[in-house]
């Protein structure tokens, strides 16, 4: 008899955008072993969508092992037979993860989609088990999926192509390398076209995390989301190639540490805010300089006395604020009302180059 895992609901869905870190911090493949169960983990990686052989899923095996999965395992159905037969599907009854490799998206829709495969990793997600994917791996997990399209920022009629997902992500059409390929406009037209489904679009090195209704951004890059509820649209009569209208969408770009509710559309919390107790040390800096402001307004004191107090408290200011920043924990706080959305200055990482689109993701 299969092991099962023992889960409270449904596992956490991994939709990323491709190219993620493989080398240095793997900051996504990190937390996709973490919600899989870390040290007990039981990953099947799936390499159906890529051209490539076993060398896929040698790299993923050697990659999850290394960052403290307890087993790997890979499993590659190439067609409907193979995904029907119960020696391709029974590792998927014992897996706490599921990872869905890039390649070519429409072959794993056309071969996983509507097949006992299809079903068994569904099963897994509503047990418990993490399910994710990278660039192909990310669309299927949608109910419909980009099988294939062209690149361009401007949206226009018959740009892309829909195949069935496997429903994992209700009400959303999910894209991927959005930014690096320049994608803006594909996903555009079909909300046009289809205004009840949110457009995701996942950056590369970058991870859109479902739990229940709520969506996290994970990695390097954003998520950018496209809600159509009030969007007026020619998608009805717009010929061929043409342009499309696209009025009124509301647009979110999600960096990392954001978070989104699917359901409401709406941003429920970013960034994170140091604790109570580093807050009142920051308070306490601002008051010292403030007593100084006070004692340069009195009279019979030296300029040069002045000058090293406020170096002085200059110095004390800048080693609190250093210490609070190095120590700030990585939850997000929820927004409450009125509240602004704001993060110190940083440098942005330097983007990949951009690849030519094609039909592979």
């Known amino acids: 008899m299969s092991q099962q895992v023992v889960s409270s609901g449904p596992g956490a869905l991994f939709a990323i955008g491709g190219a993620e870190d493989k080398l240095k911090k ?9 919600a899989a169960g870390g040290p007990k983990a039981r990953i099947v990686v799936v390499p159906t969508a890529s051209a490539l ?4 899923t040698d790299v993923y095996s050697a990659l999850f092992s290394a960052l403290g999965a307890a087993s790997v395992v890979g499993v590659r159905p190439e067609n409907r037979e193979d995904a029907d ?3 391709f599907i029974e590792p998927l009854d014992e897996a706490t993860g599921i990872f869905m490799t890039g390649g070519n998206q429409l072959k794993l829709s056309g071969v996983v989609t509507g097949t006992a495969f299809g079903r068994a990793v569904t099963a897994a997600h509503r047990r418990g088990a993490a399910v994710g994917g990278t660039s192909a791996g990310a669309s299927i997990l949608a109910e419909h999926m980009i099988a294939f399209g062209r690149s361009g920022a401007t949206p226009r009629q018959r740009m892309s192509q829909l195949a069935g997902g496997l429903g ?9 390398h959005f930014a690096q390929r320049n994608r803006y406009g594909r996903l555009l037209s079909l909300v046009a076209q289809s205004p009840g489904l949110l457009g995701i679009g996942v950056d590369e090195d970058t991870a859109a995390v479902v739990r229940g209704t709520h969506l996290e951004v994970v990695g390097r890059g ?8 009030r969007i007026t649209s020619n998608a009805h009569f717009a010929k061929r190639s043409e342009a499309m209208l696209a009025s009124g969408v509301v647009l979110h770009v999600l960096p990392a540490t954001a978070t989104f509710d699917l359901r409401d559309r709406v941003l429920l919390s970013y960034g994170s805010q140091p604790p109570a107790e580093e807050l009142a040390e920051i308070e306490a800096a601002e008051a010292d300089l403030r007593k100084l402001a006070r004692d340069i307004a009195a009279e019979g004191v030296s300029p040069r006395y ?6 002085r408290a200059g110095k004390r200011v800048a080693r609190r604020v250093s210490s609070a920043a190095e120590s700030r924990p990585e939850a997000t706080e929820p927004l409450s009302a009125g509240a602004e959305l704001s993060r110190p200055d940083t440098k942005p990482a330097a983007e990949p180059a951009t690849q030519p689109d094609s039909g592979t993701s």
Not at 168 to 176: E, F, P, R, S
């Open 85 to 87: 037969d119960p020696a």
């Open 222 to 229: 954003a998520v950018t989301i496209f809600d159509g509820s």
């Open 26 to 34: 793997r900051t996504v493949l990190q937390e996709f072993v973490e």
């Open 168 to 176: 994992l992500v209700q009400g959303a059409i999910v894209d991927q």
């Open 53 to 56: 052989g076993p060398d896929v």
């Open 306 to 311: 002045y000058a090293e107090q406020k170096r």
